[in-house]
């Protein structure tokens, strides 16, 4: 894929987010934004719409393909998401859909903040969809890192830590303004490089061009397999969007088992502080890269 096929403005979804065979979709975690959604937007919420109630998993294919087709969503539609956070759940979402085998799928460049900061139209009512029947499709495991990876991975694939800096220097265990994580150990998995999530975007949430994307993610082996991780999975799903979808990478994984399940981990290589040779960026450095 590339920015092309894979991102669309402002512009693009006013004029076409009422065509026929395409399904806006927000991606919240805590409910429906009290503020309103885009008009004709399905709302659903990563921890209870698309994570299991009852393990710490994601839904399985059967309960996806019915979640979907609860909501008028079928297998040929173009999705396009967005959410808040420069798009941190959107791309959560999209991944989600990837997993399961949803091919016709876009994300709005920039967000809900970008929609809004353009004076694009804002409801609380929910639409009205009906109701189809949707495939169960199996996973593509290829795009889901689990903790054995991870631990085989180790000094030998790209490992990316795209948490904040202080998290990745074992400083904190959650990002700034957050609360910290209690039971996990501080630090980042032995010999991850850390490329922050939020180098990827400009102030206004859209992403930057790709050249500077090319530039940040070039000190990875392009011959090696990636896999992203950060806390909870939202910003590394985001990260694993610009590696996979923007930039093309092949062979890219999103372990959003993520630091709450490798920080708990007894016996896993653990480091705080920078790697050895020094290969760590803020954003800031980042971006002026």
Same mark, same amino acid.
Request: cysteine-free; hydrophobic content about 35%; aromatic content about 4%.
């Given at each position: 894929m590339d920015r092309e096929s894979t991102l669309v403005s402002c /512009?693009?979804?006013q004029a076409h987010r009422t065509d026929e065979g395409v399904v806006v *979709?927000?991606?919240t975690d805590g409910g429906p934004n @009290? &503020? !309103?959604?885009? @008009?004709? &937007? *399905?709302s659903l919420d990563w921890s209870t719409d698309l994570q299991d109630r009852v393990r710490r998993d994601l839904i399985g294919p059967e309960a996806f393909a019915a979640l979907l087709g609860r909501h008028g969503i079928g297998p040929d539609d173009t999705v396009v998401f967005y959410s808040g956070n420069s798009n941190w759940w959107a791309a959560a979402g999209f991944w989600q859909f990837r997993l399961h085998g949803h091919r016709e799928l876009r994300l709005l460049d920039g967000g $809900? &903040?970008?929609w809004e900061a353009l004076g694009g139209d804002l409801t609380v009512e929910a @639409? *009205? $969809?009906?109701?189809?029947?949707?495939?169960?499709? @199996?996973? /593509?495991?290829r795009l889901r890192a689990h903790r054995d990876t991870v631990l085989d991975?180790? !000094?030998r694939i790209n490992l990316v830590d795209c948490r904040s800096l202080e998290e990745y220097l074992g400083e904190r265990t959650a990002p700034p303004g957050v609360p910290d994580d209690q039971g996990v150990r501080p630090g980042h998995a032995e010999s991850a490089q850390h490329i922050p999530w939020s180098a990827t975007v400009r102030p206004d949430g859209t992403f930057r061009d790709q050249a500077e994307l090319e530039d940040l993610y070039g000190q990875l082996d392009p011959d090696a397999p990636t896999v992203v991780y950060c806390r909870i999975g939202w910003r590394s799903a985001h990260s694993w969007f610009v590696l996979s979808e923007l930039l093309d990478r092949p062979a890219v994984a999103n372990y959003d088992g993520a630091w709450r399940?490798? !920080?708990s981990l007894i016996g896993a290589p653990? *480091?705080? !502080?920078p790697l050895p040779w020094g290969v760590v960026r803020t954003a800031e450095e980042a971006a002026r890269a």
């Open positions: /512009d693009w979804l *979709v927000e991606i @009290p &503020a !309103g959604r885009i @008009p004709g &937007a *399905v $809900r &903040a970008r @639409p *009205v $969809r009906q109701p189809v029947d949707h495939p169960v499709r @199996p996973r /593509d495991e991975g180790i !000094g399940e490798f !920080g653990i *480091v705080p !502080g």
